[in-house]
């Protein structure tokens, strides 16, 4: 009876669960229903749209759930505009992502919250973000793969990580470019302009924005025209050529408002013009654009509670209006913002800044150890990686470019970097001097260090093989002399008693012994030299394997010192025991040749081969230390070549 009741309640109980998923099922292909009936723009758009995100995961409908959430981030509804709202369903979605089936969603979350962190200046988050989309998304994802690196080197621009920028960047202008996606190359190639700017190449920036500029307005992409005509003007600006950038951003203003509206770029851009008519003495004009800009934070709040570009320039017009204090406040602000968002134009502007609020209030001390920091940092942005980046740069582009541009772009940067270091000089000349000099004494004594415990390496390692090879004549000779006489004298008095067994196993001992006592000091080096021993050598592997041996030995005698021939006879026996050890190889060569001025040993196999760039660090683990060892001792080179399934190549080179 009890049985039967028990079942009658699992039974009720599977029921009631059926019905509710059931229940829960209509509910949420209602709200599908309602939400697709919507209007976009209304309110109640992003309500139902939240609440199907919410009921998707409560059915376990993971990847319905990313698609909403994905839709949530660009999705025009006032109820769903909230950045942490966005962040947070990203977020959510994110940590069921195992369970995502497509790579496409998996990737699209990481990318679009590292957009949002991106669009709120969080540089470092979605630099991570980025890295993570890159990660999940595959071949298959290409074009959002592009994207991601591309996004990922505008957030490290921004951060001053010049050269891995240009690495993203590159990275996403060869996919484009492979997809056919110009507009995209576009985009790219803007960014690419920007990093010439920071590099101070004013003039290669200048004339991809020409070309931009121009492209987009035959396109009627007045946005993108804007963009590219204001990051002209922040150009001009660092140049000092004041009236250029007065008519671009004259010109990037006229051309507001956009269709859609951006109420960041706007604003931006009027901001940038109350700065601009700030630093001339224009209070009016500074005043005016600072209130259309005003205008619009109603739009994008976050701007005046955490972008640098508005708290300087609301600093700026106090500094204006000779409400020192004041500006001084907000500059400081303004540098915590800048500080946050790691961008280096906006650290520069809020250290200028502050910098001269501290002299106005007759605070020259904090001044001056303000106006070091900048020039600091500038030299530690520009002048410290100048070298290292335009090298790259140099090498990026050496197949598109002709040796007078190239030539020219370097006198440019030397340019650059004689007049970065007398303007540091007059800021503080004693102060630079004392840095450096610690700095040379340091990376000096550091090098002579270096360079001594290499040479104690070197020594250490050559009287090492020189001892080991005076152990193995030892240990040689003791073999032959000792205990090779003792097991001849055991020999000759078993063949007495006629013992044919016995003396079987005697003779298999001493040919072992002789093996052994030749493997350590090979009598056949002294008596005939390096390439008979040779001969020798690949005769027994040629006897003792199944390998196919072949060889090309030409006769070296008087060529080399004794030492010398022991060397590099040790070589090739060791890198024969490499192939023999690891290659599974079904056939060798050896040449070994002199060539002119030197002494050539080349051993090839057809083995399996490996990728030595993934082992470059790990000759121990190749058996190659002491090839390495060797070959240094004699001041020769060794090269190696070897590819996965098609063998190795080890070539060594002693100059005579």
């Given amino acids: 009876m009890s049985c039967v009741l028990a079942c009658i309640l699992v039974s009720t109980r599977s029921i009631a669960q059926a019905t509710q998923d059931s229940i829960q099922q209509t509910d949420l292909s209602h709200l599908a229903t309602l939400f697709e009936a919507t209007e976009p723009g209304d309110s109640i758009a992003g309500v139902y749209l939240k609440k199907l995100i919410i009921q998707s995961e409560k059915l376990g409908k993971f990847d319905l759930m990313a698609d909403y959430v994905l839709k949530m981030v660009h999705h025009p509804s006032p109820s769903v505009q909230d950045p942490e709202l966005k962040r947070g369903m990203l977020k959510k979605a994110i940590t069921h992502e195992n369970e995502l089936s497509k790579s496409e969603d998996k990737g699209n979350l990481h990318l679009k919250l590292a957009g949002e962190y991106f669009g709120y200046e969080q540089f470092d988050s979605a630099i991570v973000e980025y890295g993570h989309a890159i990660d999940r998304f595959t071949e298959e994802d290409s074009i959002f793969i592009a994207d991601s690196y591309f996004f990922r080197g505008q957030a490290r621009d921004y951060k001053g990580e010049l050269l891995r920028s240009m690495q993203d960047y590159q990275q996403a202008r060869d996919i484009y470019s492979k997809l056919g996606d110009k507009e995209y190359v576009n985009y790219v190639d803007g960014g690419m302009a920007i990093l010439f700017s920071k590099f101070s190449i004013f003039n290669e920036a200048e004339k991809i924005r020409t070309a931009l500029i121009s492209t987009y307005q035959e396109e009627e992409s007045i946005f993108n025209v804007a963009i590219q005509i204001y990051n002209q003007a922040e150009d001009y600006g660092k140049q000092g050529k004041l009236k250029d950038q007065e008519t671009y951003l004259l010109r990037a203003d006229s051309l507001i408002p956009f269709d859609p509206r951006d109420f960041y770029t706007e604003s931006i851009i009027k901001l940038s013009l109350s700065n601009f008519y700030g630093e001339q003495g224009n209070l009016v004009k500074q005043k005016e654009f600072f209130s259309q800009a005003q205008d619009m934070v109603s739009q994008v709040p976050e701007l005046a509670t955490t972008n640098p570009v508005y708290l300087n320039a609301k600093a700026l017009l106090e500094y204006s209006q000779g409400n020192f204090l004041t500006a001084n406040q907000l500059a400081n602000v303004s540098l915590d913002a800048a500080r946050e968002s790691k961008n280096m134009d906006h650290?520069?502007?809020?250290?200028?800044?502050?910098?001269?609020?501290?002299?106005?209030?007759?605070?020259?001390?904090?001044?001056?150890?303000?106006?070091?920091?900048?020039?600091?940092?500038?030299?530690?942005?520009?002048?410290?990686?100048?070298?290292?980046?335009?090298?790259?740069?140099?090498?990026?582009?050496?197949?598109?470019?002709?040796?007078?541009?190239?030539?020219?772009?370097?006198?440019?940067?030397?340019?650059?970097?004689?007049?970065?270091?007398?303007?540091?000089?007059?800021?503080?000349?004693?102060?630079?001097?004392?840095?450096?000099?610690?700095?040379?004494?340091?990376?000096?004594?550091?090098?002579?260090?270096?360079?001594?415990?290499?040479?104690?390496?070197?020594?250490?390692?050559?009287?090492?093989?020189?001892?080991?090879?005076?152990?193995?004549?030892?240990?040689?000779?003791?073999?032959?002399?000792?205990?090779?006489?003792?097991?001849?004298?055991?020999?000759?008095?078993?063949a007495l008693s006629k013992d044919n067994t016995t003396g079987e196993l005697l003779d298999t001992a001493i040919s072992e012994l002789r093996s052994i006592a030749r493997s350590l000091h090979p009598m056949q080096l002294e008596k005939l030299g390096l390439s008979k021993a040779a001969e020798h050598l690949l005769d027994q592997i040629d006897n003792e394997t199944d390998i196919f041996v072949s060889s090309e030995i030409e006769e070296l005698k008087g060529v080399l010192h004794k030492d010398e021939e022991l060397q590099l006879y040790r070589i090739l026996q060791e890198s024969i025991n490499n192939v023999l050890k690891h290659s599974q190889a079904s056939a060798l060569r050896v040449l070994l040749n002199k060539i002119e001025n030197r002494v050539e040993l080349k051993i090839e196999d057809n083995g399996k081969g490996f990728d030595f760039s993934e082992k470059f660090n790990d000759f121990q683990s190749l058996g190659l230390k002491t090839l390495k060892e060797r070959i240094a001792a004699l001041n020769g080179s060794m090269k190696i070549n070897s590819e996965k399934g098609v063998g190795t190549s080890l070539s060594f080179i002693v100059y005579v």
């Fill in 347 to 494: 650290l520069i502007k809020a250290y200028k800044l502050l910098g001269d609020t501290y002299n106005e209030l007759g605070q020259s001390e904090k001044a001056f150890e303000i106006r070091q920091k900048l020039t600091h940092y500038t030299d530690s942005i520009f002048a410290s990686n100048q070298a290292t980046t335009f090298s790259y740069f140099q090498t990026l582009y050496e197949t598109e470019r002709k040796e007078k541009e190239i030539l020219t772009k370097t006198q440019e940067i030397e340019s650059i970097s004689r007049k970065n270091q007398a303007r540091l000089r007059l800021i503080s000349i004693m102060v630079f001097i004392l840095i450096i000099a610690g700095v040379v004494i340091f990376l000096w004594k550091n090098l002579q260090h270096e360079k001594k415990k290499k040479e104690m390496q070197s020594r250490f390692s050559q009287e090492l093989l020189k001892n080991q090879e005076a152990e193995r004549v030892r240990i040689s000779k003791d073999l032959h002399d000792g205990l090779g006489q003792s097991l001849l004298l055991i020999k000759n008095k078993v």
